[in-house]
């Protein structure tokens, strides 16, 4: 069974562009979470979703950030017009169709903004 | 306003010693309390969880204490290894699993 992919692994954007952060769940798993993380810092949530759904994504900046996770395909995040303040690794974990505490993570995809 | 609070922030420990890494929380309706390993450049992995009415849960040489009256819980590694050599963090979530807050992390290094 494999694990939670993400890809690509490293993003590199120039100011202005659009970046585009992929998530393919574990097999059998419904819910996504994506989570930010700045280098020596903790994960900050961003965003929950299941199949077709945002559930909570009270931790997404209002702007330019918008997440989906649709009926077939992986999880998308999308970060518009990047800045140089979203660099980061951006980890998404998923959880089974019952929701549990249990998270599994994604190796994470480093985005650097140049 | 950070919901879990963690410390230390970096911790050195000599092989065989135990590691202790502790969190608080303040919000009353956190109801899971899963600690998680993270190695460079990789995503975390959980390593042991733990819910209030529970005062302590051991899975190897890891064990969880929790303090419920005081909204404290700590992860202690015992026999510390150098392949424990790793960050560290506590999260807490409420019992619809919408949302983790995760600590800031402890960077651990066990020492040869």
New interface residues.
Partial sequence: NAGVMQNPRHLVRRRGQEARLRCSPMKGHSHVYWYRQLPEEGLKFMVYLQKENIIDESGMPKERFSAEFPKEGPSILRIQQVVRGDSAAYFCASSPRVPTYEQYFGPGTRLTVT | QQQVK?SPQSLIVQKGGISIINCAYENTAFD?F?W?QQFP??????LI?IRPDVSEKKEGRFTISFNKSAKQFSLHIMDSQPGDSATY?CAA?ED??????????TKLNVKP
């Fill in positions: 963690q899971y899963p998680y450049g990789k995503g975390p992995a959980l969880a963090f979530t619809n699993f919408n949302k983790f807050y995760f600590g800031s992390g």
